[in-house]
């Protein structure tokens, strides 16, 4: 009888475990944790803000990519891309307005002067990511790189 209740309460302890390893809930209806970068700023400086981004699978993300400089620059890693799923990219005016969404694969966003886009995702895979740059040339050297890792 003991060794009944022993491997009750042993098979109990491991379904439990078990269960917990599992993502509980209707994912589409996660709030999105917001993440902002800016490209470049006011002072002309060509780099991310911040550069490394740390992230978890299985969370929407909405990251809001703003271009503060007088150029355009590009968000770019092609690893990164493929290690996420994307919901979509979201366009708007500058009072907020949306007016276009991007839906599948997406692995650069180019974002104007004085502008603003939002990809939401959610990652799927895990890693560390070191190929983000903005693909204009001369940017990446001038220091326009970055890294994101997936936990």
């Given at each position: 009888?003991?060794?009944?209740?022993?491997?009750?309460?042993?098979?109990?302890?491991?379904?439990?475990?078990?269960?917990?390893?599992?993502?509980?809930?209707?994912?589409t209806k996660q709030e999105p944790v917001e993440i902002y970068v800016n490209l470049g700023n006011e002072k002309g400086e060509i780099k991310f803000f911040p550069n490394k981004l740390l992230l978890e699978t299985g969370k929407l993300y909405k990251l809001i990519i703003k271009n503060n400089s007088p150029q355009k620059h590009y968000f770019s890693s092609d690893k990164f891309s493929q290690a996420v799923f994307t919901r979509k990219v979201q366009i708007s005016t500058s009072?907020?307005?949306?007016?276009?969404?991007?839906?599948?694969?997406?692995?650069?966003?180019?974002?104007?002067?004085?502008r603003t886009a939002e990809w939401w995702f959610v990652?799927?895979?895990?890693?560390?990511?070191?190929?983000?740059?903005?693909?204009?040339?001369?940017?990446?050297?001038?220091?326009?790189v970055g890294v994101i890792e997936i936990k």
């Open positions: 009888m003991k060794l009944i209740f022993s491997l009750m309460f042993v098979l109990t302890i491991f379904f439990t475990q078990l269960e917990m390893s599992f993502a509980a809930g209707d994912m009072s907020g307005k949306p007016i276009a969404e991007i839906k599948g694969l997406v692995r650069e966003i180019e974002v104007y002067p004085g990652p799927l895979k895990t890693g560390k990511f070191d190929d983000l740059r903005c693909t204009i040339p001369g940017h990446a050297e001038a220091g326009m």
